[in-house]
């Protein structure tokens, strides 16, 4: 059984399309940009972040209320996390608040974003941000980061989460299947949406962890739509 979507991620243009994103059924805006203007706030609940880049905190704080409520009242709450390209930094929030719902390890949160929006680049800054974030939700590294060797080699070349370049890292995390084709909704807006599993299961990959160990998220999973 499928769960209805709950969890969109685009960009400023997505988000200045008011028929688009009442279309789509999104009922709650993430703003990432603070000098973005909230456009439609007769229509749709709204939260601009107070600092750039945005705090995972605050980002994380404003998702679990939507979430809440969806589950509490049984509303078919939606949210549109939102920068202006929907290239860096609001992908970035996406894959923090998967290691943090999910408790996915980065590499397998990133590989799902970046699957499912192939537009996501993450900047540098995001990078380093994000491999400090997983050490503080789940107390390790997955990808060799420590901050004594980031702050060691600033000026260097280091690419994302300890390979040899991007690309390589982008390659090496596509060998998983695709979600099923009936999952999928029409471009622009690229959705994440939470699925039912048998216990102990995972999806594409979602929970493995880079040890060998499995994290297991019993009775729940993540299915994502594009």
């Known amino acids: 059984m499928t769960m209805k979507v709950f969890l969109y991620l685009g960009s400023y243009d997505n988000a200045s399309r008011s028929e688009l994103l009442k279309t789509v059924g999104i009922t709650h805006i993430l703003n990432t940009v603070p000098s973005c203007q909230a456009l439609y706030r007769n229509s749709f609940t709204y939260h601009t972040v107070s600092t750039a880049p945005p705090n995972f905190e605050e980002c994380f704080n404003f998702l679990d209320s939507v979430l809440a409520e969806r589950e509490k009242e049984k509303k078919d709450v939606r949210v549109l996390v939102h920068c202006m390209t929907g290239v860096s930094r609001s992908p970035a929030v ?120 499995e994290q297991q998220a019993p009775g729940s999973g993540v299915a994502m739509e594009s």
Not at 104 to 133: F, G, N, P
């Open 94 to 213: 996406v894959i923090g608040y998967l290691m943090k719902l999910r408790r996915w390890r980065l590499c397998d949160a990133y590989k799902w974003v970046k699957e499912h929006r192939d537009a996501t680049q993450l900047a540098q800054s995001e990078v380093e941000r994000l491999q400090k974030l997983e050490i503080e939700l789940l107390g390790s590294s997955s990808t060799g980061y420590s901050p004594e060797a980031s702050a060691s080699s600033s000026g260097s070349s280091s690419q994302p989460f300890g390979l040899s370049t991007q690309a390589n890292f982008q390659w090496a995390w596509r060998d998983l299947p695709a979600p099923p084709a009936s999952t999928f909704v029409p471009a622009p807006i690229q959705s994440i949406g939470f699925a039912q599993q048998p216990s102990g299961a995972f999806v594409f990959g979602g929970s493995r962890s880079h040890d060998g160990a």
